[in-house]
């Protein structure tokens, strides 16, 4: 699965909303079902895909799709 | 004889006027008030947890004396009550230091209001009221890291995110000790962003 089908997934399942909804330019600003509790939900997943806990930047910096995608980029690059 | 005693600073006339919003009436609260509306947060670890207090629970006495003493000048209760249902659902703490950096928590303690925008609504406002007075030049707030929701909360309104503690802060629950993440909006940036003046 690519990084960005992961992402896609990820914030579908939290938002509870269809992949197919999510696209490059959703964010916590263009999406009405991303508020506080869906984006709790997006942080725990992203925590769980990889296995520990996001550090209060990437928290702070994480406001949509293609912030996820950075952030699960960063982590597989870091797995080298 | 003149003692040295200082007198207690006059209220400030437009910071305890009442804040209204769409969905809220924001009370801004004497002592007794504030003890009562924010009576909820002592019992519940969660709340005690999320604003960093050193105990999971306070007796109402040990609470009384940690709410402090609101005089509309440095320390501000707001009872946020819903009007829909005639109650309150939460409060709103802004303590003014001599700075002008005023220093905001919030609880919403009724459940069913969760994930409703409240914090967003109340804190506008109330940034829109005291940000158009000259005693404030900055709203702050320090969160814990793993407090997702307000940090969305935070992000979501325009906070800058001006650093972060590391093992900052040690739970009395769980000794666990945790990073904490620190929020500034300058006043002045406010009242440009939402085209207000200062009075």
Not at chain 2, 98 to 125: D, L, P, Q
Not at chain 2, 133 to 155: C, D, G, H, M, Q
Not at chain 2, 170 to 191: G, I, K, Q
Request: aromatic letters at 8%.
């Amino acid at each position: 699965m690519s990084t960005d089908d992961a992402a896609r997934q990820l914030i579908a399942e939290a938002l509870g909303a269809s992949e197919a909804d999510i696209t490059a330019d959703t964010t916590i600003d263009t999406a009405e079902a991303w508020d506080s509790l869906a984006h709790f939900r997006v942080v725990l997943g992203l925590e769980q895909t990889l296995g520990r806990p996001l550090s209060p930047p990437e928290i702070f910096d994480l406001n949509g799709f293609q912030s996820v995608v950075a952030i699960l980029d960063s982590s597989a690059a870091g797995q080298g | 004889m003149v003692l040295g005693l200082s007198k207690k600073p006059d209220p400030d006339p437009h910071l305890i006027k009442p804040v209204r919003t769409e969905r809220f009436d924001l009370v801004n609260c004497n002592r007794k008030e504030a003890v009562k509306v924010t009576l909820p947060w002592a019992s519940n670890p969660e709340i005690m947890h999320n604003l960093m207090y050193e105990q999971p629970h306070f007796s109402q006495i040990k609470w009384a004396s940690k709410v402090g003493k609101p005089d509309g000048r440095r320390l501000f209760y707001h009872a946020i009550v819903a009007r829909e249902v005639k109650g309150t659902i939460g409060a709103h703490r802004i303590r003014l230091d001599r700075s002008g950096t005023a220093i905001m928590s919030i609880a919403v303690t009724a459940k069913s209001w969760w994930g409703k925008g409240v914090f967003e609504e109340v804190r506008i406002a109330l940034m829109d009221h005291f940000s158009q007075s000259p005693l404030v030049e900055r709203f702050f707030s320090r969160v814990l890291a793993t407090n997702v929701s307000s940090i969305y909360n935070y992000k979501k309104i325009g906070f800058r995110l001006i650093g972060y503690d590391q093992r900052s802060w040690r739970a009395p629950s769980t000794d666990d000790v945790l990073d904490t993440m620190h929020f500034e909006y300058l006043a002045e940036d406010w009242r440009k962003t939402r085209q207000l003046e200062l009075l």
